[in-house]
DNA sequence: CGAACGTTTGAGATGACTCAAGCGTTGTGG
DNA sequence: CCACAACGCTTGAGTCATCTCAAACGTTCG
C-alpha cells in the first residue's frame, strides 16, 4: 500500500474507501536519485508527488546561494500539493536522500475536488499540516538560539517519523549532512558541528550523519521548547 | 461590499456570484479594539474571521515570553481559515490596532466545501498564500541580516496594501510600534531602532510607528532581496 | 590512488544582544 | 486641566553568540 503513511496517526485520517481513490490517483511511481532538483520555483505544475521513501526538502535561494530550507518532507508527506491550487511554486523542490515518490496528477485531484469533498477537505488539512509546520519553523529560527533550533528540529522530526513507524523514539534514520541541519536552522555548518558536539558531550543527543540516537529525549525537548501540538498527531499533547 | 478586498489582485481570482456567497455566509461584523486576543492555540474553532479594516497577527510565544509573529494580516485577508481545516490553531490570533471583522462560521464553509468545489479550490488557496508568505518569512529570518529583514517586510507590507488599495507605492499608513517590528523580524526593539535610523540617514526609508514613507523601492528591495513573485500578485513578476 | 565532499578545530571579527538611562507622547483620573 | 503613569522611542557602553577565514582530517567512491 503506497499511500500507508500518508495522514497516518493524524487527528484528521483517511477512510479506507479514500485511501484508496488516492491509490488510484497514482499514475506512476518513480525512483529519484538523492540531490537532484525536482520541481524549480515558477514551473507551472501539471502533478504533485507523494513521498514514499527518502528524504526531500523545500528551500529559498539568497542572492550569494546562500540556501534556508523551508521544509523537510518525510515518507507520507505529500511533498508539493500547494502547486495543486496555486499552479506554480514559490520554491524548489529537491531530494536530500534517494527517494520514491507516486506522482498524482492535477487531473485526478481536481475529480477528488469536484465529487469527494470530505476527502478534498482530507487534502487541504495536510496542505495546512505543512503551513502549521512553517509557522513552528519560524518560531525556532526567530527565537531559539543555535542548540535550540538544532534541539526542537530533531524533536519534531523524531516524532514525524515515529508518526509513519521509522522511529522508536530514541533512534531513527535520517540522511542529513551537518550542511543541511545548517540550512535547516539558519546557521552555519560550523557553528552546527559545535553544537552538535555540545549535545553530544551533554549526553543529550548523537547526530551521526545517518543515524541520530536521543539519549535524553525530555532534555532535548526542554532545549528546544518543544511541544508536538502543532503536528495534530492523534494522542499527541 | 464588505469581502471586495479578499483574493484581489491575486492570480486566483473570485466571480461575483463565488464573491456574493461568501458576503452571504457572513454572520456578524465585529468591531474589535486594538491589542486583543480573538483566538488562543488550542480553542476549537466554529468560526473564522475575514479581516476588513485594521491589522492583525498570528504569533507563538517562547517559554520566557518573547514572541515571534508568524503573520501579519491585512484588510482582506482570511486571517484564520487554517483553522477551518485544522479545527484548533497551533498559535494565538490577536489584533495589531482596532480592527473590523466579518464572522463566517464554519458550517457555511462546509456548505461551500459540498456544493461549490471551484470556491473551495480558492479559498484553499488562500491558506497556501499565507503558507507561502511563511516560506518568504523564514527566509527572511533564517538568511537575512538585521537590516535585510526590516527593508524585506517593509517591501512586503507595501505590496499587500498595494494590492487592497492602501498604499500608493510610496506611502502607506501602518500602525505597527517597533516592538512589533522586532517581533516580526525575530530582533530587539533596540536594534530595530537602529536600523529604522540607517534606512531613514540613508534616505531609503522612514517608519514613524504610523506612516511608512519609501524613498528610494528600489534600494529597498535589493536591501531585503525582495521579489513579490511568492504574492501571487496580478501582473506580479 | 586521488578527488570530492563532509567533519572538526582554532583564531579572530562582528552583528546583534543586554543592561541602563533618559526622553517624548498619550491617555486618564483627580 | 494638570499631573502622573504607562508606554514607546532613542542612545550609549559593554558583552556574547555566531560568523568568517583557514587548515587539517576522515570517508567514500570512481
Not at 493524524?10 to 474507501?17: F, I
Not at 526531500?56 to 511533498?79: E, K, S, T
Not at 496555486?86 to 487531473?107: C, E, M, Q
Not at 558536539?197 to 540516537?213: A, H, T, Y
Request: some cysteine; overall charge neutral.
Amino acid at each position: 500500500m503506497l499511500t500507508e503513511k500518508f495522514l497516518r496517526d493524524r487527528t484528521v485520517s483517511l477512510e479506507p474507501a479514500e485511501r484508496a481513490t488516492i491509490e488510484g490517483a497514482i499514475s506512476e511511481v518513480l525512483t529519484l536519485g538523492a540531490r537532484h532538483i525536482i520541481v524549480r520555483e515558477g514551473e507551472r505544475l501539471d502533478r504533485s508527488l507523494l513521498l514514499i521513501d527518502g528524504l526531500m526538502c523545500r528551500y529559498i535561494d539568497n542572492r550569494q546561494g546562500h540556501r534556508q530550507l523551508v521544509a523537510m518532507q518525510v515518507p507520507g508527506d505529500f511533498v508539493d500539493l500547494h502547486g495543486f491550487p496555486l499552479t506554480k511554486l514559490d520554491h524548489d523542490v529537491a531530494t536530500l536522500t534517494g527517494a520514491t515518490v507516486a506522482v498524482i496528477p492535477h487531473v485526478a485531484l481536481d475529480r477528488i475536488v469536484a465529487e469527494q469533498p470530505q476527502l478534498c477537505r482530507k487534502l487541504w488539512f495536510s496542505t495546512l499540516l505543512d503551513a502549521a509546520m512553517h509557522r513552528a519553523w519560524l518560531f525556532r529560527v526567530g527565537r531559539l538560539d543555535a542548540m535550540g533550533r538544532v534541539a526542537h528540529f530533531l524533536c519534531e522530526t523524531e516524532a514525524r517519523l515515529r508518526a509513519v513507524g521509522l522511529s522508536n523514539g530514541h533512534r531513527f534514520a535520517l540522511g542529513l549532512t551537518q550542511i543541511d541541519l545548517a540550512e535547516i536552522c539558519g546557521l552555519t555548518n560550523i557553528h552546527v558541528n559545535r553544537v552538535l558536539r555540545q549535545l553530544r558531550e551533554k549526553r543529550i543527543c548523537i547526530f551521526r550523519s545517518s543515524v541520530v540516537e536521543i539519549l535524553d529525549a525530555d532534555a532535548l525537548a526542554r532545549r528546544g521548547e518543544f511541544s508536538s501540538h502543532y503536528l495534530y498527531l492523534t494522542g499527541g499533547d
